[in-house]
C-alpha cells in the first residue's frame, strides 16, 4: 500500500496496516477499510500535521485514513483561510450567536459535557451506534490525544450549548469534533462553529482548516460544501473543488 509522500518526517518509524472490512458508516450497503498509522506513541503533533496533510485524520488515538478496495468517496478538505468570505447564511450564524462565550478547558471528563454529548447524539445521529457510547467510550473517543488538542466549552447566559475539539497542526487547526445543544431553536450552532475556528486560524496565523472527510452522495456530509472555496486531496495533491450546490434539506 502506498504511504504518505513527506521525506521530511521519519515514516520509517511507522508501521501502516489494513484494517478488516466494516459496514460504511455514510453510504449504506458498502463495506469500508481503514488505513491505520502506527504505533500510536510516536505519532506527535509534527509527524501527526503531516499526516493530516497525507489524507489522515484521528479519533482517540487511532491514527487512520480511507482504504476502501471499491470506492474513493471519502475526500479529505480543508477551507483556505485567507480566501474565505462568509456567505449570507454564515453571517447570520455569526449574529445569531454573538452572545455566545468560549472557554479552553482542560482534555479531561466533564459530567455536563457528557450529558450534552448524550442528547445530541439522540437527537442528530439515532441508531448510528454512538447515541449510546459509555463514559468509557466517550473518554476514548475524544479525550485521549497525543497532539496538541483542544477543549473549548461555549456557553450563554450561563447554560451550555457546544463542547468542540480541535488540534493545533504546522499549517492549521484541524476539526476534530463537535456536539453541541439539539433542542436550541433556530440554531446554527455547527456552522457558528466553523467560522469561529476559521477565525482562531487567522489569529493565530494558520493557513487551513481541516474539515476531515467530504462524500458528495452523504447528506451528512453536506455542510462542508456551503464553505467555499474548499480544498480536497485528490489524486495526492490538494487542489480546488468545484462549487457543489448544497441540498436545502
Given at each position: 500500500?502506498?504511504?504518505?509522500?513527506?521525506?521530511?518526517?521519519?515514516?520509517?518509524?511507522?508501521?501502516?496496516?489494513?484494517?478488516?472490512?466494516?459496514?460504511?458508516?455514510?453510504?449504506?450497503?458498502?463495506?469500508?477499510?481503514?488505513?491505520?498509522?502506527?504505533?500510536?506513541?510516536?505519532?506527535?503533533?509534527?509527524?501527526?500535521?503531516?499526516?493530516?496533510?497525507n489524507?489522515?485524520?484521528?479519533?482517540?488515538?487511532?491514527?487512520?485514513?480511507?482504504?476502501?478496495?471499491?470506492?474513493?468517496?471519502?475526500?479529505?478538505?480543508?477551507?483556505?483561510?485567507?480566501?474565505?468570505?462568509?456567505?449570507?447564511?454564515?453571517?447570520?450564524?455569526?449574529?445569531?450567536?454573538?452572545?455566545?462565550?468560549?472557554?479552553?478547558?482542560?482534555?479531561?471528563?466533564?459530567?455536563?459535557?457528557?450529558?450534552?454529548?448524550?442528547?445530541?447524539?439522540?437527537?442528530?445521529?439515532?441508531?448510528?451506534?454512538?447515541?449510546?457510547?459509555?463514559?468509557?467510550q466517550?473518554?476514548?473517543?475524544?479525550?485521549?490525544?497525543?497532539?496538541?488538542?483542544?477543549?473549548?466549552?461555549?456557553?450563554?447566559?450561563?447554560?451550555?450549548?457546544?463542547?468542540?475539539?480541535?488540534?493545533?497542526?504546522?499549517?492549521?487547526?484541524?476539526?476534530?469534533?463537535?456536539?453541541?445543544?439539539?433542542?436550541?431553536?433556530?440554531?446554527s450552532?455547527g456552522?457558528?462553529?466553523?467560522?469561529?475556528?476559521?477565525?482562531?486560524?487567522?489569529?493565530?496565523?494558520?493557513?487551513?482548516?481541516?474539515?476531515?472527510?467530504?462524500?458528495?452522495?452523504?447528506?451528512?456530509?453536506?455542510?462542508?460544501?456551503?464553505?467555499?472555496?474548499?480544498?480536497?486531496?485528490?489524486?495526492?495533491?490538494?487542489?480546488?473543488?468545484?462549487?457543489?450546490?448544497?441540498?436545502p434539506?
Amino acid at each position: 500500500m502506498a504511504l504518505p509522500d513527506d521525506a521530511d518526517l521519519p515514516y520509517s518509524l511507522l508501521q501502516f496496516y489494513a484494517t478488516a472490512s466494516y459496514p460504511c458508516s455514510y453510504l449504506p450497503d458498502r463495506e469500508a477499510r481503514s488505513q491505520v498509522a502506527a504505533p500510536a506513541h510516536l505519532i506527535d503533533s509534527t509527524l501527526y500535521s503531516s499526516l493530516i496533510r497525507n489524507g489522515f485524520r484521528r479519533s482517540g488515538l487511532f491514527t487512520y485514513r480511507p482504504h476502501c478496495d471499491h470506492c474513493q468517496a471519502c475526500i479529505p478538505v480543508r477551507i483556505p483561510v485567507a480566501e474565505f468570505t462568509p456567505d449570507r447564511s454564515q453571517r447570520r450564524a455569526l449574529k445569531r450567536h454573538q452572545t455566545l462565550s468560549g472557554h479552553e478547558l482542560p482534555l479531561r471528563f466533564n459530567d455536563a459535557h457528557y450529558a450534552l454529548y448524550n442528547r445530541y447524539q439522540q437527537a442528530r445521529h439515532p441508531g448510528g451506534g454512538m447515541d449510546d457510547d459509555n463514559r468509557e467510550q466517550y473518554d476514548q473517543f475524544l479525550l485521549q490525544s497525543r497532539v496538541d488538542t483542544r477543549l473549548v466549552e461555549f456557553s450563554e447566559a450561563g447554560s451550555l450549548r457546544m463542547v468542540s475539539l480541535i488540534d493545533i497542526l504546522d499549517d492549521g487547526l484541524s476539526s476534530v469534533y463537535t456536539f453541541f445543544d439539539p433542542d436550541l431553536p433556530r440554531s446554527s450552532l455547527g456552522v457558528y462553529n466553523i467560522l469561529w475556528q476559521l477565525a482562531q486560524c487567522q489569529a493565530l496565523g494558520l493557513p487551513y482548516l481541516y474539515l476531515g472527510y467530504w462524500i458528495a452522495e452523504s447528506r451528512k456530509m453536506a455542510y462542508k460544501s456551503r464553505f467555499r472555496p474548499l480544498e480536497g486531496l485528490i489524486d495526492g495533491r490538494w487542489q480546488p473543488l468545484p462549487a457543489i450546490p448544497a441540498d436545502p434539506a
